[in-house]
């Protein structure tokens, strides 16, 4: 799927600010910060959305991944994960990636 920005940020044909990569994962920050740290982790492989991710261990991964990306910015205790899956969640990039969000109080529920 080569027009999607994601793959492209993956294969570094796009730039991005890269914060933290595995061989399984990319961490780099949101174009549109909506909290003072917030950092998208994504999977290097193409699944469009999490309803499609079929591989359980990636999925632990990339959860390990948000933690680790949340601890290094120094926000080991206190972050916001968020994963929009699908239109009705507000996903607007297709290709999974988990929101890390950090650096000042969230409110619930969200909107
Ligand atoms: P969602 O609405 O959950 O699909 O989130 C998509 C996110 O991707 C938004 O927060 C965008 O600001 C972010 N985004 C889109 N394009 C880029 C890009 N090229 N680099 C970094 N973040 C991006
Ligand atoms: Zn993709």
């Not at 294969?11 to 780099?28: L, M």
């Not at 206190?78 to 899956?85: A, D, G, T, W, Y």
Request: glycine share 8%.
């Amino acid at each position: 799927m080569p027009e999607c920005v994601f793959c492209k940020i993956a294969s570094k044909a796009i730039p991005a600010s890269i914060v933290y990569e595995t061989a399984d994962v990319v961490a780099f920050k949101d174009l549109t910060p909506r909290a003072p740290f917030h950092v998208l982790v994504i999977p290097r492989t193409h699944v469009a959305k999490l309803s499609e991710l079929e591989d359980e261990a990636l999925g632990g991964k990339l959860l390990q991944a948000a933690r680790t990306v949340a601890k290094n910015a120094g926000h080991a205790d206190n972050f916001r994960l968020v994963v929009n899956n699908g239109d009705s969640a507000g996903q607007s990039v297709w290709h999974l990636h988990l929101h890390v969000l950090g650096g000042r109080q969230f409110t619930w529920p969200p909107g």
